[in-house]
């Protein structure tokens, strides 16, 4: 069925709701004000209680009222039968509909059967697409008017946002950052170096050139930020203005130019996007994200490397990258997909690294090529 602008939407008082580890369907209907309950029950496995008080939290914030539902055994199917219908007993005078999408195939199967059985609304929400599809009915699909931003959705899985970064730089900075992706094979190594001196002046903003760093392309690149007012040399100090001029030069032109490229990405549902983003965990465990998209509800994580990646002694940043966005897709659901874009080269063993934890990896010249492959990487299913 095609979704007409004029389809006429069917509201109810109330979404009975299974919990799963798949968030995003049980909290995205609540976004359009002419689908939107005035309540929702949650109906909840005893493994999924944490998931259910995330979800809770969120849609209270929307302001929902919200009822948990326990049940004994997502799995039997005939227990589960009997207590959902328990449930339409006790909830006779309310309106309600069933949301289908969550909780196991038994919970689904139980509770389609129990409110076909009672004639009851069922619907089934598609996560990417952003649609509701009614079921059983006569009726048309709908596209949910609002999207979800990045707080929301982290909020539903158990995160919470603590800031992004919203600097602004001037667009010279983006104009050398695309003119370095453009050289990449050129200042590669450069680059590494001065990455390597923004870092170790963090607090001061002043760092000696030390003599194995002084390369001509080194120069050359100092030369460069010298004439953007970025950095100047003082005998053989190298010298940031301040901390955004320092930050740019120590891979934040990389971030800027992939979160850059991630706004230009018309037509393919991009619905927030952060750089530096500052996340705590339901631990209360803190990282950062070098970019964050949201595009058709599911989270895509990128972090983005400049440094020197070859593997040294005591050293694995490319192995270190790796595990490091693997372990924060956690933080986006089931679905979250992460990507790494180095300037540098990987080593072969973190390419394969990455194939086996199904990280994307954009390197060295291929970053000429970031808008396909995000692209790409954004629509694959």
């Not at 003119?179 to 390597?196: H, M, Q, S, T």
């Not at 500052?278 to 599911?298: F, I």
């Not at 979250?336 to 300037?343: F, G, K, N, P």
Request: charged share 25%; aromatic share 6%.
């Amino acid at each position: 069925m095609s979704v007409t602008a004029e389809t006429r939407i069917a509201r109810h008082a109330c979404h009975v709701c299974l919990v799963s580890q798949q968030a995003t369907p049980n909290f995205i209907p609540v976004l359009d004000k002419r689908f939107r309950p005035q309540r929702v029950i949650l109906v909840v496995s005893p493994d999924m209680r944490e998931r259910a008080s995330w979800l809770q939290t969120a849609l209270v914030q929307k302001g929902i009222a919200v009822t948990l539902y326990d049940i004994d055994d997502p799995w039997n199917v005939q227990r589960l039968q009997d207590q959902l219908l328990e449930l339409l007993v006790k909830e006779a005078a309310t309106d309600l509909a069933l949301n289908v999408t969550g909780g196991t195939k038994p919970m689904a199967i139980a509770a389609q059967e129990v409110f076909r059985a009672e004639d009851k609304p069922v619907f089934y929400v598609h996560p990417e697409r952003g649609e509701v599809i009614p079921l059983f009915r006569e009726a048309q699909p709908f596209h949910i008017q609002e999207s979800v931003q990045i707080p929301d959705y982290l909020g539903i899985h158990g995160y919470h946002e603590r800031s992004r970064d919203t600097r602004e730089f001037s667009e010279e900075c983006y104009t050398l950052a695309r003119d370095w992706i453009k050289e990449v094979e050129r200042f590669a190594r450069p680059l590494a170096r001065l990455n390597g001196l923004a870092q170790d002046c963090k607090k001061t903003l002043c760092v000696a050139v030390p003599d194995h760093a002084r390369e001509p392309h080194v120069w050359e690149m100092i030369d460069t930020l010298r004439e953007h007012g970025l950095a100047r040399v003082n005998g053989s100090q190298l010298v940031f203005p301040d901390e955004e001029s320092r930050f740019f030069v120590n891979g934040g032109w990389l971030e800027l130019h992939v979160a850059g490229v991630v706004q230009g990405l018309n037509g393919l549902q991009v619905q927030d996007s952060a750089r530096s983003l500052k996340v705590e965990s339901p631990e209360h465990a803190r990282n950062e994200l070098d970019v964050a998209v949201l595009a058709r509800n599911r989270l895509f994580l990128i972090e983005c490397k400049t440094k020197g990646m070859k593997e040294r002694a005591g050293a694995a940043p490319g192995a270190d990258a790796l595990y490091k966005i693997d372990s924060l897709t956690a933080l986006g659901g089931l679905n979250t997909r992460a990507m790494i874009v180095s300037y540098q080269p990987l080593e072969t063993q973190d390419k394969q690294r990455a194939r086996d934890l199904k990280i994307d990896i954009i390197e060295g010249g291929e970053l000429r090529n970031l808008r396909r492959h995000l692209e790409s990487s954004i629509t694959r299913n």
